[in-house]
């Protein structure tokens, strides 16, 4: 969950009774607005990422990363290896173990991450082989380290295995080069940064791309643009391939709805940015977190954990973290987020973001009392 600054604009915009409700009418046809809207988010998904097609959305990233694993499944017939990054989101990892735990036919493989917080590519090449149905990787992952695809792609593609790549912040991909762009064939991830509120962890939105040669695969919803019988522009649901719409051992998943008005949220927040104003936005995030992180190092005696390029996330070691945690709630500060709960071997780590919203006298709050002043 992260905190971004939000135009206004955004909020009145889904306040409009016209577009107030997740859901999309069961005579879609008749709402061309809702429909434009969706449209417009899918066009503006796969101009952010680099991909050719996008779904209308999903519930969450979570879900979104489970049901890409599933798409390559079925892509992938007869393959029965999915390789996942522990550098992934460990929630992510979790769902998606979930998914998949009844599938007698799939083995979920484990990479290790290096010293530099990233996969680690030597012990993929080595595991991989023709069984290997896809590779998922975050970008950037749960310690903020921006993955280099490039070796990643070129193992995936030697094994003719599907490269997946999962954002939980997608601001990122403002400034970084885009996952199409690396060769991704799957491109998911988590839209709560772009428009929507914290509002105590919910709601967001699952974002859904993919190269076009796989969109008879893809789950959920997809709008198209046609042309009626008078000549007319118009917006339809098309590739319907839902368990409410055929046979559901024929559907390409079980999500039956979209988070349709968080979507719109998210519309209405790129569309308001623009292209420059989205990679200023992103360049202001990456700036003040380097600061800051320059600053904890230096000032207050704080230890970089991993030595990969971050964008607005960084781990830091903190001796005697838990000790310490109870001095900061008391001056109302969440410095960031203790890794030991998913990470054994991180014991003193702490994941800490920075964003526009964080001010200098908050930052400079925050290096005070780690030095102890």
């Known amino acids: 969950i992260?905190?971004?600054?939000?135009?206004?604009?955004?909020?009145?915009?889904?306040?409009?009774?016209?577009?107030?409700?997740?859901?999309?009418?069961?005579?879609?046809?008749?709402?061309?607005?809702?429909?434009?809207?969706?449209?417009?988010?899918?066009?503006?998904?796969?101009?952010?990422?680099?991909?050719?097609?996008?779904?209308?959305?999903?519930?969450?990233?979570?879900?979104?990363?489970?049901?890409?694993?599933l798409m390559a499944r079925r892509i992938q017939e007869g393959r029965r290896r999915i390789f996942l990054s522990r550098a992934l989101h460990p929630q992510y990892r979790s769902v998606i173990a979930t998914y998949l735990k009844n599938l007698s036919d799939v083995e979920l493989v484990e990479v290790p991450f290096t010293a530099s917080g990233g996969t680690d590519v030597e012990f993929l090449v080595r595991a991989m082989d023709e069984k290997a149905t896809c590779v998922v990787a975050g970008y950037p992952n749960f310690f903020g380290v921006v993955e280099d695809l490039a070796p990643i792609h070129e193992a995936c593609v030697r094994l003719g295995t599907l490269l997946i790549t999962v954002t939980a912040e997608p601001l990122s991909l403002a400034l970084l080069k885009p996952p199409g762009d690396w060769g991704a064939d799957i491109a998911v991830g988590e839209g709560q940064s772009l428009g929507i509120p914290m509002n105590l962890g919910g709601p967001g939105f699952g974002f859904f791309t993919a190269r076009k040669k796989f969109v008879r695969s893809m789950p959920g919803r997809l709008v198209g643009e046609t042309v009626d019988s008078e000549g007319r522009r118009g917006f339809v649901l098309t590739l319907s391939t839902r368990e409410q719409h055929i046979r559901r051992e024929k559907a390409t998943s079980n999500i039956c709805t979209n988070q349709n008005l968080c979507a719109l949220a998210a519309t209405a927040f790129m569309a308001t940015l623009g292209k420059s104003g989205m990679r200023r936005l992103a360049e202001v995030n990456a700036i003040r977190a380097h600061e800051t992180r320059a600053r904890l190092i230096g000032e207050a005696g704080l230890v970089s954990v991993f030595s990969g390029t971050f964008f607005n996330e960084f781990v830091l070691s903190v001796h005697g973290l838990q000790r310490r945690l109870p001095h900061f709630t008391a001056q109302k500060i969440v410095p960031g987020i203790p890794l030991v709960r998913w990470y054994s071997e991180l014991e003193d780590s702490l994941l800490v973001y920075v964003t526009e919203t964080n001010q200098k006298e908050e930052i400079e709050q925050l290096v005070r009392t780690f030095s102890g002043n």
Do not use: K, W
């Open 2 to 69: 992260y905190h971004h600054v939000i135009p206004s604009v955004v909020d009145a915009i889904i306040s409009r009774s016209e577009f107030s409700t997740s859901y999309t009418p069961y005579q879609p046809e008749v709402s061309q607005g809702t429909l434009q809207a969706i449209y417009e988010f899918q066009t503006l998904m796969c101009q952010l990422t680099g991909m050719e097609v996008a779904n209308a959305g999903l519930y969450d990233g979570a879900s979104a990363a489970a049901e890409a694993v």
